[in-house]
């Protein structure tokens, strides 16, 4: 058999070897190229632009659930310094006014006669089935109590309104606060008079002291049993 020329040998046996080490590469290369990465939030949390907002899981559930099973004892809602503040001259033990159910609603009252300065006041706990019906209740006692406005800082929610009462020449003035707290209500209710002036207390007097028993009232809610 004639040899071949030695450049023209050295070629043929190469090239099997090039030819397989390119084949190798080729099949090396398809599969270690990585999948293309599905789309990740950003560094500031939101979704990619094409992508389907998450749903929220604590939307209904903040709606449906309850924090609250039963109404607090009502007459010990509120302290000895804010009751004598509000109501002097009143026992700091209150009355409670009977209910039909005193899980779901209690109510305590506060009043007295210290000269001719008369105060009245009474506090309740209203404790609903959920939140949704909480905020509706919230809702349609607010509508029925035009003129006020909201208290910041009180429970989820809350609203106060004063208004000026005359009978005989005698003035009446009556502020009411009333404060939703998840699936429970607060409402106050505080006024008073002067019989010898006939004269009414000051706006802010009365829309101050009802805030305060407010207040003290929320934060009592934690006295009723929570779930």
């Known amino acids: 058999m004639r040899s071949l020329p030695l450049p023209l040998a050295v070629t043929v046996r190469v090239l099997p070897v090039v030819v397989l080490a ?4 080729a099949l090396s290369s398809e ?5 293309p990465a599905p789309p990740t939030a950003g560094a500031s949390g939101q979704q990619p632009q094409n992508a389907p907002a998450a749903p929220d899981p604590t939307a209904s559930a903040s709606a449906g659930a309850k924090a609250y099973t039963v109404a607090p004892a009502p007459c010990s809602g509120l302290s000895e310094k804010t009751i004598s503040s509000l109501v002097p001259g009143a026992k700091s033990a209150g009355k409670e006014i009977p209910s039909t159910d005193k899980s779901v609603r209690r109510t305590c009252s506060w009043h007295a006669l210290k000269g ?12 609903m089935g959920s939140n949704a ?12 109590k ?9 429970g989820d929610t809350a609203y106060s309104v004063v208004d000026l009462t005359s009978e ?6 009556e502020g009411t606060v009333v404060a939703r707290a998840s699936n429970a209500l607060v409402v106050v209710t505080y006024n008073g008079s002067d019989f010898e002036t006939k004269k009414a207390p000051g706006t802010d007097e009365i829309n101050k ?3 305060k028993a407010a207040k003290d009232a929320v934060a009592a809610l934690g006295g009723g049993e929570k779930s």
């Open 22 to 25: 390119v084949s190798g590469w």
């Open 31 to 35: 599969s270690s190229d990585p999948a």
């Open 116 to 127: 001719y300065d008369y105060r009245w006041l009474d506090v309740s706990f209203e404790v």
């Open 133 to 144: 019906q909480a905020q509706r209740s919230y809702a349609e006692r607010t509508a029925r």
């Open 146 to 154: 035009s003129g006020g406005g909201a208290v910041p800082g009180l």
């Open 168 to 173: 005989d020449k005698q003035e009446t003035r």
């Open 209 to 211: 002291g009802a805030i």
